[in-house]
C-alpha cells in the first residue's frame, strides 16, 4: 500500500506546476465548481498508476489543480464508493495521497438524503458529526504509522472553526444552511423506510453513500475536515413518493450555482 501511495503522488507531483493546501472532494452532480477553477491542470484518474476509476453518473473521474480566489486548490470530481466494489483501501487512496502533495485542509462534499423532516431537498447541511454504518473502517488492518496513531482520536472529526466559520459564511451569503449529523451506510440499494426510522431515532440527520471513509481517513492524518451534505431529496418514507438517483441529479443541477457561490466564499477564508 505505501508503495502505490508513492507511486501515484510521485505520478501526480510530475504532472503540476505547484501544489496546494485545501483539496474538495466534489460529490454527485456538484462537479461544476472544478469549472471555474484558473490555470487548470486535469489529470484523469486512469492515467494515475495503482488508482480506481469511477463508475457512477455525476462522477467524471479527474483530478483539478488550479486556483480560486487566488488559492491553489486540489479538487477531486468524482470519487469511489463502497458499493462499486472496491476496497476501504482503494476508496481512500486518495486521501492518503493528499497527504504525500502537502495537502492540510479537506472540503468533502455529498449528496445526501434528508432523515430530519424539517429539511427540505437544496439544504446545504454542515456535517456536525457522523455515524459509520457501512460495516467495514478504512484503517481495519495493519496501522501505516507514518500517517498517524494505531487509535485516532474521533471526538472532533469535523473542525469546530471550520463549521462555524462556514455558518457564519451562509448567514453572510443568505444560503440556506442547516446543521446535522451524517450516517454512512453500504448502498447501493436506498433505505427502507422502516431503516429510515430506525436512524432517526439513533440521532441521524441525512444519510448517503460516501464520506464517512474520507473523513476517518483524514482525522487519521490530522487534516482540518469540513463536510457538507447536500440534501438532494428526502429519505424513504419521509415523502410519498420513490427515490431516484435522476432527481438527485436534477437537485445538485438546480443549486449548483448556489453551492459554488457558497464554497467559493468558504476558500476565501480557509
Do not use: W
Not at 476501504?88 to 432523515?115: C, F, Q, S, W, Y
Not at 492524518?221 to 410519498?240: K, Y
Request: glycine letters at 8%.
Amino acid at each position: 500500500m505505501i508503495h502505490k501511495i508513492n507511486e501515484a503522488a510521485k505520478y501526480i507531483k510530475s504532472e503540476i506546476k505547484s501544489g496546494a493546501e485545501t483539496a474538495l472532494i466534489l460529490g454527485s452532480g456538484l462537479g461544476v465548481l472544478a469549472e471555474e477553477m484558473e490555470d487548470k491542470k486535469i489529470i484523469k484518474y486512469k492515467e494515475i498508476p495503482n488508482f480506481p476509476v469511477s463508475t457512477v453518473q455525476g462522477h467524471l473521474g479527474q483530478f483539478v489543480f488550479g486556483s480560486l480566489n487566488n488559492k491553489q486548490i486540489m479538487a477531486m470530481q468524482g470519487r469511489f464508493h463502497y458499493y462499486e466494489g472496491y476496497s476501504m483501501d482503494e476508496i481512500v487512496l486518495p486521501i492518503r495521497i493528499m497527504h504525500k502533495l502537502g495537502i492540510k485542509n479537506l472540503i468533502i462534499t455529498n449528496a445526501a438524503g434528508g432523515i430530519n423532516i424539517n429539511y427540505n431537498p437544496g439544504n446545504f447541511m454542515i456535517i456536525q458529526d457522523h455515524i459509520n454504518l457501512m460495516g467495514d473502517n478504512p484503517l481495519r488492518g495493519k496501522n501505516l504509522e507514518e500517517f498517524g496513531p494505531r487509535f485516532p482520536d474521533m471526538s472532533e472529526i469535523y473542525n469546530k472553526e471550520l463549521r462555524e466559520l462556514t455558518y457564519k459564511i451562509a448567514v453572510q451569503n443568505e444560503i440556506k444552511v442547516v446543521k446535522g449529523v451524517y450516517v454512512g451506510l453500504m448502498g447501493p440499494s436506498y433505505e427502507t423506510p422502516a431503516e429510515i426510522r430506525y436512524l432517526r431515532k439513533a440521532g441521524a440527520d441525512a444519510v448517503g453513500m460516501s464520506t464517512v471513509p474520507e473523513a476517518i481517513t483524514a482525522n487519521h492524518m490530522g487534516f482540518n475536515i469540513l463536510g457538507i451534505s447536500c440534501i438532494t431529496n428526502m429519505a424513504a418514507g419521509v415523502l410519498p413518493q420513490p427515490l431516484d438517483h435522476k432527481e438527485v441529479m436534477k437537485i445538485a443541477e438546480e443549486v449548483k450555482l448556489e453551492f459554488s457561490t457558497f464554497i467559493k466564499a468558504i476558500l476565501k477564508e480557509v
